[in-house]
Structures are given as structure tokens and as C-alpha cells.
């Protein structure tokens, strides 16, 4: 058995891991809406490790926790939230057999949360329907009358969450490629010129109009005409100007020129114009490549 009490999120390095849900910030609220207490569920999963192409030992977390702007405070002594992990073999008993003792509850803070992590073998594609996991807490107790300081749960429709045996087997999927990748590149003219032309995969969800950008850090400064982008995948081509012009320092080496390419989508607003910022990745080519020995 083993749960946490946490008061900010935090996550584990692993093989895989992701959340299936994105939840607010914690103590995120609109200005001049009133306090909200909202005790949430979600779960977790991960692979700890792969005995073979589809089989290893994966982690379930259910989540409970608080992205409301308030507290969630018990009424009484004997109330509470009581917190399950559960798992369903069949659709018989639809709250399923906890895997693990039940957390009670008494205390949720904005941010804090409680976790419970359950371990086992699997096999991915060797299950159908079940088992599920479910991540779920209700009230427990004796409520009696509420003090002024007890806060509802002002979103009753998170209060569960549930995977299925194909959510389980994503994690033996192969990683998606990356957005953006640097494919190639080359220098115009050799050594001491200052233009680096680039070669870049994209791929997107979207096939709406789209464009490449370059950016480049300081201490150096570089120019780049933007780029645009047709269909959902494909490879493009960009090139940025930078003048060789690296501080002078006595005995010092240069640093490397960084290049920060970023891929845009139209903002998609009915009615609306613009640009929406999407996934970017950085290029580093040393400063004696680029431009020769040292400061000119």
C-alpha cells in the first residue's frame, strides 16, 4: 500500500508517464468570482519498465486534488472525502474493488493533493473491454450541520475518472515524432560567412495555414524572413543572416550561436486574425563553425 499527501504537483521521470487530464492551475480563478472549493479526481499512468515489445510493469495513480481558488473542509469530526482507487473486471459492480485501503479525506487545500499508486504486470492488446481503473471520492459521514467555514465542491462533475485496458496499452506505443525537427543544414559559402540555411520536419494536427520562424540569442542578433507551411506534415527550408560580430574577449572562446525555430498556427478564433505560438526547437552551431576562429 502506498499513498501521498502532496502540497504542489510534481512528477517522476520514467519510461512513459502522462495524466489524462489537464487540470487548472491550482488557485487559478476569474477576478471577482467567489471562493471556490473543488476537489477533483484524476489518474496517472505509467511504464516502470518493458520485460518485451508489449509487456512490463506499468503504475496506475488515482489523484485527488484542488484546483479551486478555496479550501475543502470537512463539516464535522466524522466527515469526509473518502478517496479509491478501484479496478472493474465487469460491468456487475460498476464501482469496482478498491486495490487499495481508502484515504479519508478532512483537508484540501488549493494545490494539495492525495495519491494512491497501485502496481501490475501487463500485456498490451491481450485485454478488451476490462479490466478498468477507476479514480473516485464521495462524502463520508456524518455531515450534521455545516459551519461557516465548510466549502462545497463547486464542480461535482470531476469528482471520477476512469481508464480502460486501451488506455493502459498507449503506453507501449512508440513515441509520436516531435512537432519540429532539425533535419540538416549548411553554411552558405563555407567558413567566416554569416548566413546558416536549415532544413526542418514539421508535423501538425492541423492542415490550416501555418509558418517557420527564427530567432536568435543573444549576445547575437540575426535576421530570417518567415516561412510559410501548407498541409499537415512536410519539410521546409529557412535561413537566417547573423553578423560575425562575437564580443571581443581576451583568450575567451565564443559562445555558440543559438538558433530557436518556432512553429505558428492562426489563432482559430471565429472572426479572428493572428498568430498562435506552437512547439519550437533550438539549433547550437559553434561560433568557429559559423564564423571562423574568433571575434572579427
Not at 499527501?5 to 468570482?33: K, Q, R
Not at 501548407?230 to 560575425?244: D, E, F, L, M, Q
Request: proline residues 10%.
Amino acid at each position: 500500500m502506498k499513498y501521498t499527501l502532496i502540497m504542489t504537483g510534481c512528477c517522476t521521470a520514467v519510461l512513459a508517464v502522462f495524466s489524462l487530464t489537464a487540470g487548472a492551475e491550482p488557485g487559478a480563478s476569474a477576478p471577482g468570482t467567489l471562493p471556490c472549493a473543488d476537489p477533483a479526481a484524476d489518474i496517472e499512468l505509467a511504464l516502470i519498465s518493458k520485460t518485451g515489445p508489449s509487456t512490463g510493469r506499468v503504475r496506475i495513480t488515482a489523484v485527488v486534488k484542488n484546483p479551486g481558488n478555496a479550501a475543502w473542509t470537512a463539516a464535522t469530526s466524522s466527515h469526509h472525502l473518502q478517496m479509491v482507487l478501484a479496478r472493474r473486471d465487469n460491468g456487475a459492480r460498476p464501482e469496482g474493488t478498491p486495490v487499495q485501503p481508502a484515504i479519508a479525506i478532512r483537508h484540501l487545500a488549493p494545490g494539495q493533493q492525495y495519491r494512491i499508486d497501485h502496481q501490475l504486470d501487463w500485456e498490451a492488446g491481450k485485454q478488451d473491454a476490462y479490466p478498468r481503473f477507476l479514480a473516485r471520492f464521495s462524502d463520508a459521514g456524518q455531515a450534521g450541520a455545516r459551519p461557516a467555514s465548510y466549502r462545497l465542491d463547486c464542480r461535482p462533475d470531476n469528482n471520477r475518472r476512469e481508464i480502460t485496458a486501451a488506455d493502459i496499452d498507449k503506453l507501449f506505443q512508440p513515441p509520436a515524432p516531435p512537432p519540429l525537427k532539425v533535419v540538416s543544414y549548411r553554411l552558405l559559402g563555407g567558413i567566416g560567412v554569416n548566413t546558416v540555411e536549415t532544413q526542418l520536419a514539421y508535423r501538425r494536427d492541423a492542415a490550416n495555414v501555418a509558418k517557420l520562424t527564427a530567432s536568435v540569442a543573444v549576445p547575437y542578433t540575426g535576421t530570417s524572413d518567415g516561412v510559410p507551411l501548407n498541409g499537415g506534415s512536410g519539410t521546409a527550408k529557412i535561413r537566417v543572416h547573423i553578423p560575425c560580430d562575437a564580443p571581443e574577449t581576451p583568450g575567451a572562446t565564443p559562445s555558440p550561436v543559438i538558433i530557436t525555430y518556432q512553429l505558428w498556427g492562426t489563432l482559430g478564433l471565429p472572426g479572428g486574425a493572428g498568430w498562435a505560438p506552437g512547439f519550437s526547437v533550438e539549433q547550437s552551431i559553434p561560433y568557429s563553425e559559423f564564423c571562423g576562429p574568433g571575434p572579427r
